[in-house]
């Protein structure tokens, strides 16, 4: 998990994720679940994406994910700025809006190379 946060923080790429039980976790209730959809946020949360799940048990419909995952890449925007850091290895972020109803998803950092 952490090398494939590590690989898509360094690539820039947001992941977005959803989550449907398999047949080992898909009895409900078990560390599994928790385990996988704990993984799936993270990455997702790590790399400015965001993770898809409905409780531990599998989503009627795919329909709502697809739609809120629709209206958050219609959202998205290119924010640039200039680091001082001039050191090798990963920095950490932190954006806010001045607005409190404005939620702003982004990667926690960036890697300088």
């Not at 009895?27 to 946020?41: D, F, M, N, P």
């Not at 993770?51 to 998205?76: T, W």
Request: charged share 20%; proline share 4%; glycine share 10%.
């Amino acid at each position: 998990l952490d090398r494939a946060v590590l690989r898509a923080q360094r690539r820039s790429v947001a992941v977005y994720s959803i989550y449907s039980p398999a047949s080992l976790t898909g009895r409900g209730g078990s560390q599994l679940v928790l385990t996988a959809q704990g993984g799936l946020e993270k990455l997702s949360n790590e790399t400015g994406g965001r993770a898809f799940f409905q409780g531990s048990s599998a989503p009627v419909s795919f329909r709502p994910f697809f739609r809120d995952l629709g209206i958050l890449l219609n959202r998205q925007f290119a924010l640039t700025y200039l680091s001082t850091h001039m050191n090798r290895g990963y920095h950490k972020v932190e954006v806010d809006s001045t607005n409190p109803v404005v939620k702003i998803e982004h990667p926690k950092g960036y890697y300088y190379r």
